[in-house]
């Protein structure tokens, strides 16, 4: 779909063409400069702007199959930039990663977005209001265009730091799911490292042609300042990440300690329960020496030795009495009574 179709000349809007063929037209008659915009186009569309403007095939096949990693190559006079914009969805506390390739030649600047980011209308109102800048060329509009993304960079970078302050107080809150929002989280640094750190590598890729292509002075302190905005972006993005890396080791920790609590817990109980048991033990050993006695001495065989003795029942008794004492002194001396 054609979002954008518009012919500038000498800094200003001359024509918003219907189609792409009167974009090329009146663009090729008032030499000026042609910006279109497309959002997920279908192939006729890619294929009409690669015939007119001689986009190279290798570019053009990256920005078809899109899913590439930000970067930048030189195709002759013909730039090719990649750039993976984001923004932060509230509602679901995640961050939305879209992809936006950027084709800029002497005279066209092609936009192809594979997502609802970046904004890039207001980057043409920037411009438009601003026709100093937008009569440098079709560079100026790319810095323009790099300096948006790394704008909304800004929202995604306090929705993570607002995350992250969330997990510190969840860690120490004993809340059982903080250890899958570290994850989740960490996962989304991680994507978007990948989203910001290229783009150190394309600016500078832009700065190493100044010489060459006789970049503006001017141009040339914008990128330095786009520059500047990444550097920044990245250190705090690396930094969210070092402090998740934290968090997850104090996570670790804290449940290393309260698994080592209910050992702790379970080792007592069972120190006690054992404690228990060898008393119940004791116990029970020390009445069944006077009930063996009993049990034995209570048959009334006939046959059964001092039986009939004068002596028998005060023996029994004196049996169960100093075999109960032994075991009691054994057991006392052992420290299970």
């Known amino acids: 779909m054609i979002v954008n179709n518009v012919v500038y000349v ?12 009167e974009t090329y037209e009146i663009a090729r008659e008032l030499q000026g400069i042609a910006w279109i915009g497309l959002y997920r186009p279908n192939l006729d569309e890619i294929r009409s702007v690669e015939h007119e403007f001689g986009l190279p095939n290798l570019a053009v096949e990256d920005a078809i199959r899109a899913h590439q990693r930000p970067k930048l190559e ?43 980011t970046p904004d890039l209308s207001k980057v043409r109102l920037r411009l438009e209001n601003t026709p100093d800048l937008l009569r440098l060329g079709p560079e100026a509009i790319l810095y323009a265009i790099l300096d948006q993304v790394v704008d909304e960079f800004g929202p995604v970078v306090a929705g993570l730091e607002n995350d992250i302050d969330e997990i510190e107080d969840q860690l120490f809150g004993e809340d059982p799911a903080v250890s899958r929002r570290i994850y989740d989280l960490s996962r989304e640094v991680i994507d978007f490292q990948r989203a910001t750190r290229p783009l150190i590598e394309v600016v500078d890729g832009l700065a190493a042609g100044f010489d060459k292509y006789q970049v503006d002075a001017e141009l040339q302190r914008y990128l330095r300042d786009v520059k500047d905005h990444c550097v920044r972006l990245v250190e705090r993005v690396d930094s969210f990440r070092a402090v998740l890396q934290n968090a997850l080791t104090v996570q670790t920790t804290l449940v290393g300690q309260r698994q080592n609590e209910e050992m702790k817990g379970l080792t007592e109980a069972s120190l006690t329960q054992n404690e228990e048991v060898k008393k119940i033990s004791a116990w029970a050993a020390i009445l069944f020496a006077p009930t063996l006695v009993g049990t034995v001495y209570g048959m009334n065989f006939h046959t059964m030795p001092e039986l009939h003795w004068y002596y028998g029942y005060p023996m029994a008794l004196g049996l169960m009495l100093v075999t109960s004492a032994t075991l009691y002194w054994i057991f006392k001396r052992r420290h299970w009574l």
């Open 10 to 21: 000498d800094g200003k809007k001359v024509a918003s063409p219907a189609s792409l063929d």
């Open 74 to 116: 030189r195709y002759g006079a013909t730039l090719f930039a990649v750039l993976r914009p984001a923004r932060y969805i509230d509602e679901t506390e995640e961050v939305e990663f879209g992809e936006l390739h950027v084709f800029i030649g002497p005279n066209f600047v092609v936009t192809i977005r594979h997502a609802e």
